[in-house]
T-cell receptor, first 114, second 109 residues
Framework: DAMVIQNPRYQVTQFGKPVTLSCSQTLNHNVMYWYQQKSSQAPKLLFHYYDKDFNNEADTPDNFQSRRPNTSFCFLDIRSPGLGDAAMYLC?????????????FGPGTRLTVL | TQLLEQSPQFLSIQEGENLTVYCNSSSVFSSLQWYRQEPGEGPVLLVTVVTGGEVKKLKRLTFQFGDARKDSSLHITAAQPGDTGLYLC?????????FGGGTRLMVKP
């Protein structure tokens, strides 16, 4: 089945210790997104790639970086995690089709910062 | 800034009851998606509506897009405990989605 895969599902890191979350997709979608979701809140967009073009949200901290080495993979790097970065991180993909955009989400990575 | 207001924020009902969740905006969207999210998992797409006035049914769930494409509703008939979760509406424009704040639904047996 075509899908969006995130690894790991759970990640524990220490305050200030860099961490990388990964996302892969078999949907061959050209757009990939990273969202941060805190408890019982809506997902908050951090950035997205349209093919190789990187688009950063204005309020995404510099601490968050992303890489997309190819169509299938996208990484989220948190350079110096703080306690406030503990959250669920969601990867999503979409293939722009006509006038609308359906996004398909992975299962998420739950990040804990000690 | 486009905003989507979702109501109610929380809903706790008994199995068998009906409910409606609303999603309202002053902005026009090209599409409206509804997602359901269970604890510890990513949102799962339930439906996409794109035409003003469109109604879609998914078993006991009925989704409607407002005539002006600014609002939407989700109606669940005879709710079951398996319907428990966070329901998110999201308005689409270009390659971006604007999410509502979510409705946390709990259906008690």
């Amino acid at each position: 089945d075509a899908m969006v895969i995130q690894n790991p599902r759970y990640q524990v890191t220490q305050f200030g210790k860099p961490v990388t979350l990964s996302c892969s997709q078999t949907l061959n979608h050209n757009v990939m997104y990273w969202y941060q979701q805190k408890s019982s809140q809506a997902p908050k967009l951090l950035f997205h790639y349209y093919d190789k073009d990187f688009n950063n949200e204005a309020d995404t901290p510099d601490n968050f970086q992303s890489r997309r080495p190819n169509t299938s993979f996208c990484f989220l790097d948190i350079r110096s995690p703080g306690l406030g970065d503990a959250a669920m991180y969601l990867c999503a993909t979409s293939r722009l089709a006509g006038a609308y955009n359906e996004q398909f989400f992975g299962p998420g990575t739950r990040l804990t910062v000690l | 800034t486009q905003l989507l207001e979702q109501s109610p924020q929380f809903l706790s009902i008994q199995e068998g009851e009906n409910l409606t969740v609303y999603c309202n905006s002053s902005s026009v969207f090209s599409s409206l998606q509804w997602y359901r999210q269970e604890p510890g998992e990513g949102p799962v797409l339930l439906v996409t509506v794109v035409t003003g006035g469109e109604v879609k049914k998914l078993k006991r769930l009925t989704f409607q897009f407002g005539d002006a494409r600014k609002d939407s509703s989700l109606h669940i008939t005879a709710a079951q405990p398996g319907d428990t979760g966070l329901y998110l509406c999201a308005g689409g424009l270009g390659n971006m989605l604007t999410f509502g704040g979510g409705t946390r639904l709990m259906v008690k047996p």
